[in-house]
């Protein structure tokens, strides 16, 4: 099957997205042609492969490529999952950098979801005041989200990432083939990311996604190629106009998240995946729009079926957990809070959201009592 181009307009920190089914077994030889590019000289250097243990066949792949292209490459293995973002786990990188005389030219490559992106990204950014990247996301949500755009972070004890930095990678490289491991909760979760896409950005995709629910949920290679590149192209032309998220039209990509983080957070981290968090976080969204007079009925069903096609839910699992009360003040601490007001990104149309400011509190409360709370 084909590859397909991505192409990230950021003048001197432009890059390519390339989303394949067979990308890994090359991987040396690319990450080559573009430390070449940016950095001229030879075209194989010293890599720092960071991984976790979840996803080290992929990581042999990339690592036997390397080696096969004249690489010198380390591998570093993380724990799996979100506490691995924190500096105690940056700062043996750091150590093992220093161990192998990294320098400019050595390129550190992530190799999973978006822990390992987040974390290798954030050492990246940060040692010797910033080496070349590449991303090799393994996850669905870190090939359409957290992969592209550069932001690359860790979590404080107290904010998730709170500590971080933009960091464009040198190229990112998503072998749709990857995903043939990843557990199904995973990749459903990613989904809801895919949904988001088509909702605030592009009409014509969100009846694409309607059309191939059936091959999506079969992880048919082609609809995947398809969602996941288009799905980059979308996120990349929000971040191409506003890279250093100071124009606030990055922000459109947060549809669905102040619901989402507040139900994420209060169900207890774990008990819902931050995709889920967002798929019931857009129903919600688009019911406030709809209490807003903005958009109809018709527009959250549309959404409510997808959603529900695609296995995600569409309600809160237990709201006998959450009150209305405490959703609020969770979203009142959202970054999208602006003294003390609510902000939410909400639909006016399929394809298109706005940032509403000023939203009227007892509006969010009737949207959160007709779905159970009190
Ligand atoms: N930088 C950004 O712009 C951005 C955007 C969105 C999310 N994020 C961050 O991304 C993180 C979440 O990323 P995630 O959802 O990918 O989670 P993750 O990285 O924790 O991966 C989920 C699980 O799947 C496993 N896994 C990964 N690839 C696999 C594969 N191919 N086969 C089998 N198992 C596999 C991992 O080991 C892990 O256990 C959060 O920390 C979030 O803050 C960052
Ligand atoms: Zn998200």
């Not at 080559?32 to 001229?40: V, Y």
């Not at 043996?92 to 190799?111: E, G």
């Not at 989200?145 to 709170?162: E, F, R, T, W, Y």
Request: one cysteine or more; glycine letters at 10%.
């Amino acid at each position: 099957m084909s590859t397909t181009r991505v192409h990230v307009d950021l003048g001197p920190r432009s890059y390519d997205i390339l989303v394949g089914s067979d990308l890994l077994a090359n991987a040396g030889g690319q990450i080559g042609e573009w430390l070449q590019a940016r950095l001229g000289g030879s075209n194989a250097d010293a890599a720092c492969v960071i991984t976790d243990r979840n996803v080290a066949p992929l990581a042999a792949k990339v690592l036997d490529s390397l080696r096969q292209h004249g690489w010198k490459a380390r591998e570093i293995t993380i724990e799996p999952g979100e506490p691995s973002k924190r500096l105690e786990v940056i700062s043996s990188a750091y150590d093992q950098l220093v161990d192998m005389q990294a320098d400019r030219r050595t390129v550190v490559i992530a190799v999973g979801g978006g822990v390992v992106g987040d974390a290798a990204g954030f050492v990246a950014a940060t040692f010797a005041r910033g080496i070349p990247f590449v991303q090799v996301p393994t996850t669905l949500l870190a090939d359409v989200d957290s992969s592209v755009g550069g932001k690359v972070g860790i979590n404080h004890p107290k904010a998730k990432n709170l500590i971080g930095a933009f960091h464009q990678p040198l190229g990112v490289l998503i072998d749709t083939s990857a995903l043939e491991t990843l557990p199904d909760r995973e990749y459903r979760a990613g989904l809801a990311e895919v949904v988001k896409y088509g909702v605030i950005l592009d009409a014509e995709f969100f009846d694409f996604l309607e059309r191939e629910q059936a091959a999506l949920n079969e992880r048919d290679p082609a609809a995947l190629l398809h969602a996941i590149s288009h799905s980059c192209r979308l996120k990349a032309d929000v971040v191409e106009q506003d890279e250093y998220e100071r124009t606030g039209l990055r922000a459109v990509l947060n549809y669905g998240h102040t619901f989402g983080h507040a139900f994420e957070a209060l169900t207890g981290y774990g008990e819902l995946l931050h995709g889920e968090g967002v798929s019931i976080g857009m129903v919600y969204a688009s019911k406030l729009a709809e209490r807003m007079g903005r958009v109809d009925n018709e527009l959250t069903q549309r959404q409510v079926n997808l959603l529900t096609a695609l296995h995600l839910p569409v309600a809160l699992p237990s709201p006998a957990n959450l009150t209305i009360e405490s959703v609020l003040d969770r979203m009142r601490l959202d970054k999208k809070t602006i003294g003390g007001k609510l902000r939410f990104v909400l639909p006016t149309r399929m394809g298109h959201v706005e940032l509403v400011s000023n939203v009227d509190e007892s509006l969010v409360r009737e949207v959160l009592r007709d779905g159970g709370l009190s």
